[in-house]
């Protein structure tokens, strides 16, 4: 999906304003908040069983977070009976 087919139309109220993208975004910040995703191991005292991530590994972990969250926003909502 383009992203000019996730824009909304000019005059749709706010709520429908917000792109597929920016929902994407919001669930990978949430996620990434709240779990520590992409972060590796923090430094401890003793053994640590990994060692902490690079400033690219972190970017490309939260990369492919927010494609794993853009491709849950698109799929289309199963209408319940």
């Not at 792109?19 to 975004?25: K, N």
């Not at 949430?30 to 520590?36: D, P």
């Not at 902490?52 to 289309?76: G, N, T």
Request: charged share 30%; with cysteine; hydrophobic share 40%.
């Amino acid at each position: 999906m383009t992203p000019e087919e996730t824009k909304a139309a000019p005059d749709a109220g706010k709520d429908a304003s917000r792109s597929r993208d920016e929902v994407a975004l919001e669930l990978m910040k949430f996620i990434a908040v709240t779990t520590g995703y992409g972060k590796g191991s923090t430094a401890a005292a003793g053994f640590s069983g990994k060692p902490a991530k690079s400033a690219e590994e972190y970017a490309d972990a939260l990369i492919q977070l927010f494609e794993k969250c853009r491709s849950v926003v698109a799929k289309p909502v199963a209408e319940s009976k």
